[in-house]
């Protein structure tokens, strides 16, 4: 790329936008199973020209002679663009890949599946034996795509050190994410280790209710889809009502997500359809995209409010901000956070007795059950973290040839079993555990926040909204450090999130 081809910032930003909404619809598309084969590497090739060593230096050249915002704003544009640098070079990789994915086929009980669908049988699967076998099954072709997983891992760490300056990853992502991940590695730690005989009750509790007195001492993750359905009371949870009961909790704060244009709903069940839940801010706030795949079951409750929070948080953002402040971040800590607020809800007993006629006694029951979830997946994350931080460390001299202590940490966390073959799948890209972490920190000080400023029934009361709606009008400049201060409290106080977590 010759120098009179090199932008200036304004012009890279608006290029950028056209650039990050053909990728995200193509996202989409592959996602939820309206496509069959992703073309991600035909508009990198058509965008080349937005990424070059040439760019990365004028961006840097203009963020150092600039300060506060816009320093910030230039900062963010030079670090996509090292990105899509590495986009660049791995898109037929990383296409490659999903493709393969993509086909993969198992066969159980005589029946052949997408691998996909697999993962999402093994939360309907009723009979433990049954989700024992599939699990397998699923774990075992996973893995054969280990080798190009650590391959193409192995070329963008490359390539990112490379591009930054800093070879070293865990520095390199404490730059961007403006924290020390090993302060926070502690703080978590203790946490987990504060909650720990609460967690031992809730388990022992809600592993006798949801596998039954068959189970084995540490049943494997094949169960942990059905775990997070809560199967067993899919009879009250169905996934008929859960588009209504949502829409309606929502509605309650304030939002009517029906009279939000932008947002826009897709919960058809498709065979390819990736089963995880998610939000896809094509150009917020615009184009925002909520995608579920309703299996029946409080899970699809919680993983709609869940994305309803991304959702508004997207859509709600002003649209006179930058480009940059709409659609760009540091690192994903800020929006989790409202995900986790909203997501919250469903562990209000209240919530249970309000939309599904329980007794006050099934209302906590069902309330207990969802905090059980919570208690597994922050114990389960935190242990990733862990795990992540020593790998990465390592990874100069090991190239990520071994799960080190993969298993290891997540079961000993959890009391469910853990296959080694999952160590290169089971891990997203950037240290993203780190940012689900600090929102749930942050999450648990924004409902104190909440329950301070507004009451216990901040969960139905339109001024929750208010404040909320405050929040996302900021788009994704703030950092959640930044909300912290805001709400009173330090980056670093596990305390709220002990206390919620410890409410057994």
Request: glycine share 6%.
């Amino acid at each position: 790329m010759s120098t009179t081809a090199i932008r200036t910032p304004a012009d890279y930003e608006a290029q950028l936008q056209k650039y990050y909404f053909e990728r995200s619809e193509e996202g989409r598309a592959v996602r939820v199973g309206e496509k069959e084969v992703s073309e991600q590497a035909a508009i990198v090739a058509r965008y080349s020209e937005l990424f070059s060593r040439a760019q990365v230096e004028a961006l840097r050249e203009a963020e150092h002679a600039k300060s506060g915002d816009e320093r910030e704003r230039l900062y963010r544009l030079r670090k996509t663009c090292e990105a899509g640098l590495v986009s660049a070079e791995l898109a037929e990789q990383e296409d490659a890949l999903e493709n393969a994915i993509l086909g993969a086929r198992v066969t159980f009980a005589g029946e052949e599946m997408p691998l996909r669908s697999a993962q999402a049988r093994l939360a309907v699967l009723d009979a433990y034996a049954d989700r024992e076998a599939l699990g397998e099954l699923e774990r075992s072709e996973s893995a054969r795509f280990n080798d190009d997983r650590l391959a193409l891992m192995t070329a963008g760490e490359q390539l990112e050190g490379e591009l930054s300056g800093e070879r070293d990853p865990v520095a390199r992502n404490e730059e961007e994410k403006a924290i020390s991940l090993r302060q926070l590695e502690q703080v978590l730690v203790a946490a987990s280790e504060a909650t720990t005989e609460a967690y031992g009750r809730l388990r022992d509790t809600w592993f006798e209710k949801l596998l039954g007195p068959e189970r084995d001492a540490l049943p494997t993750n094949a169960h942990v889809h059905y775990l997070r359905r809560l199967s067993p009371l899919a009879s009250t949870y169905t996934k008929e009502r859960s588009v209504d009961v949502c829409m309606a909790s929502v509605r309650a704060l304030g939002f009517d997500m029906t009279a939000i244009p932008n947002i826009h709903l897709d919960l058809e069940d498709r065979p390819q359809k990736n089963p995880r839940a998610c939000v896809i801010a094509s150009d917020p706030p615009d184009v925002v995209h909520l995608i579920t795949r309703a299996q029946g079951g409080l899970a699809d409750y919680q993983a709609f409010m869940h994305e309803a929070g991304h959702a508004l948080h997207y859509a709600g953002i002003d649209p006179r901000l930058p480009y940059t402040f709409r659609r760009i971040s540091r690192d994903h800590a800020l929006t989790e956070i409202y995900s986790y607020i909203f997501e919250a809800i469903t562990r209000e007993p209240g919530w249970h007795a309000l939309h599904f006629g329980l007794s006050d006694a099934q209302a906590q029951e069902s309330a207990q059950a969802t905090l059980f979830l919570e208690a597994l997946l922050y114990r389960r994350y935190t242990a990733k973290l862990r795990y992540e931080l020593g790998f990465w460390s390592n990874f100069a001299e090991e190239q990520g040839s071994s799960p080190r202590d993969y298993a290891t940490l997540l079961t000993e966390a959890t009391g469910i079993r853990y296959d080694p073959r999952g160590y290169v799948a089971d891990m997203d890209s950037g240290f993203y555990s780190a940012d689900y972490l600090r929102a749930w920190i942050r999450s648990a000080q924004l409902r104190h926040h909440l329950i301070r400023e507004v009451g216990e029934d901040w969960w139905r009361n339109a001024n929750t909204g208010d404040i909320l709606r405050d929040l996302f009008a900021e788009g994704t400049k703030p950092t959640s450090e930044e909300i912290a201060g805001r709400l009173g409290f330090d980056p670093f106080d596990t305390g709220p999130l002990v206390d919620e977590l410890s409410a057994v």
